[in-house]
C-alpha cells in the first residue's frame, strides 16, 4: 500500500498536444459536452484533460430538424447539423464561464468556406482561456460544390494553411474517417503546418424505420459514433502514427479505461470522449483514474511508455 | 442539483401485460424530484442499449428516499430493465428536465394521460394535493387493465375517471370525448396533460377556446438528457426559427407555446 501511494506521486500524466498542455490526457469530444456548463453538476470540468467545445460557426445555425438522433448497434447516429449560436455568442458567454471556472479548452470550428475558417480563428485570437483550436473538416465546402474539406488531400492542405496564419494558437484538424487513404490526409494537414491530429470524426450512416419505410433521420444520413466505431479509429490512428510525426488526440467509441488504453497504445498521445459521456457524465474522471491505477499496478511510470506501444515488434 | 447514483431498488413489479412499477432508494436524486421532471435510467450494463432512457417521475417518496417509476415495454431497453430485481441496483441520473409549473394558491385543476402518459401526472397530484387544490384526473387507455394509477390516484385523494377503448370501465371511448362530454370548463383553473399528442392536441384545443391555463409534457428521443448534445431538438411551432431542447427547456411546456401533431 505504501509502495503504492510513492509510486502514485511519481506518475505524471500531464502531457503536451502539438502545444496544448494537458493535465491529463482525457478530454471531452466537441458536440458531446456542450460548453461544459450542462455537466457541471456532474463532474468538476476543470479537472478534464480538456472540453473541447461544441462545434462553432462564423453565424449562428438553427440545426437540422429532428430527429437528429438514432440508437444503432452499439451506437449511435447524429445529424444534430451543427446547432451553434456562432462564434461571437461563444466568445462573450461561454468563453468566460469556461475561463472562470479554469477550464482547458479546445475551441472546435467549422466553416462553409476557407476563409470562414480563417475568419473564426481570427476572432478567437488574442482572447485568453483557448488553449488550441480543433478543426472540423467533415463540413462541406460551399465554393466547391459541397465536397467535404476532410475528403481531399488539397483542400485540407489550404484550409489549415489559412487557419494557421490567422493564430498563434496550436491547429488541430479533426480528421473525417470517410476516406479511402487518411494516411494522405494527415500528411496534408501536416504540409500545412497542424500542430497535431484528432482523430477520429463520426462514420457517414443511416438507418431505415421500416414503419414508415423512410429513412429515420430527417437528413437521411447521420454521423456514426459509440463503441460500433473503436476498431476503425484504432485502426486509423496506428497506420497514422506509423507515417506522421504529430501527435494524436485519439477518440472514437470510448467508453471504458481499457479502450483508452488502446488509443494510446496505437499512438495516440491523448484521447477524446463523446458518447460514452452521455451514458457516464463522470467518465473522463472515471478514465484518469483507473489509468492511474492501472500504471501503478504495472509499473509504468510515464504515459510515453504506452504511446504507440502496440507498434513495437 | 442533479446527480448520478446507483438506487437500490426496493420494489419491482408487473401491473399488467406490458406495464412494471420500479422503486428505488436514492435519497439525493428523491429530494430534488419536483413533478414533470425525469430520470435517466440506463438499462443493463453493456453497450446494447447504449443509451440511457427517459422515464418519467411517477412518484416520490421523500421520508423514504425513493422514486417509482411507471414503464411500458417497448424495445430493448424496456424489456432489458424488466430483468432487474429488488435489492440490485439501477444506474439512474435526474431529476433532469424543467417540470409543472405549480400553482401559487390552491386551484381547481384537470389531468389528462394517456396510457402510461399517466406517469407524471401522479406524482403531480401528490403534489398539488399537499397544496390543497382540487383535482380532477381523467385517464384513457384500451381497457382496464391499462388503469395501472387508479388506486395511488385515489388513495392521493383525486376524482378518478377512466375512458377505455373497450369499455371495460368508465367511459367507453376516447378520454378526449369523456373531457368535452363531462368536465365543465368554468370549474376549471388549470390543466396539465401527458399522453400521445393527438390527445393533448384536443386538451390544447379545449384550453384555448375555454382560455385555461394549461401545460404538456413532450417526449423526443435523447441521447445526453441535459442539453448538451442538442439531439433532442423540437420546433414548438412550424414557423419558429429556432429550436428547443425537449430535454432541458421541457419536456414540459405551457400549452400555448406548442403546436401539437394531430
Ligand atoms: C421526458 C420523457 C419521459 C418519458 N416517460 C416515460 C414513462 O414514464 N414511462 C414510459 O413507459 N415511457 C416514458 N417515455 C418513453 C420512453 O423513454 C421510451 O419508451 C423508451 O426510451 C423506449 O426504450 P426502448 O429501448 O425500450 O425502446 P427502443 O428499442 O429504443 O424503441 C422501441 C419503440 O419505442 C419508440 N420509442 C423509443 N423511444 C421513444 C421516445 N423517447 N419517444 C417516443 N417513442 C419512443 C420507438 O419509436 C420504437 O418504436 C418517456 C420519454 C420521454 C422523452
Ligand atoms: C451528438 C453529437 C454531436 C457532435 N458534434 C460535433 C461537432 O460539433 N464537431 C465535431 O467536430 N464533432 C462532433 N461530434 C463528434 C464527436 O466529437 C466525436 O468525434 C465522435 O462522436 C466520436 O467519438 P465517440 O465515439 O466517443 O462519440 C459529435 C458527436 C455527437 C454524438
Ligand atoms: S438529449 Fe441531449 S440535448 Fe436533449
Redesign the interface.
Known sequence: MKKEMEISREIDISTDLGGIKLNNPVCAAS????YGR??E??VDISKIGAVIV?GTTLEPR??????????T????L?A?GL?NPGINEFLNTHLPYLRENNVTVIANIAGNTIEEYAAIAEMIEGNPGVAGIELNISCPNVKQGGLQFGTDPQMVYEVVKAVKEKTTLPVMPKLSPNVTDIVEIARASEAGGADALSMINTLMGMAVDINTRKPFLANIFGGLS??AIKPVALRMIYQVYREVKLPILGGGGI?NYRDALEFLMVGATAISVG?G??????LTEEIVSNLLHYMQENNVASLSELVGAAHQA | MPGMQQGLVISHNQVNRDMFELEFIAPEIAEECQPGQFIHIKPGLRDQPLLRRPLSIYDVDKRLGSVTLLYKVVGTGTRLLTSVRTKEYVDVMGPLGRGFKLPDQPERILLVGGGVGIAPLVYLARVLEEQGCDITVLHGTESRRQLVAFEKLRQIGTDFFPATMDGTAGYKGLVTELLLKKIEPKKLDRIYTCGPEPMMAVVAEFAANHNIEAEVSLEEYMACGVGACLGCARKLKTNDTQYVKVCKDGPVFNIKEVELYK
Open positions: 458536440g458531446t459536452f456542450g450542462e455537466y453538476p456532474y461544441k438553427a440545426g437540422n430538424p429532428p430527429p437528429r438522433i438514432i440508437e448497434a452499439s451506437g449511435m447524429n444534430i446547432e459509440g463503441p467508453v458518447t459521456i452521455f451514458i457516464n457524465p463522470q
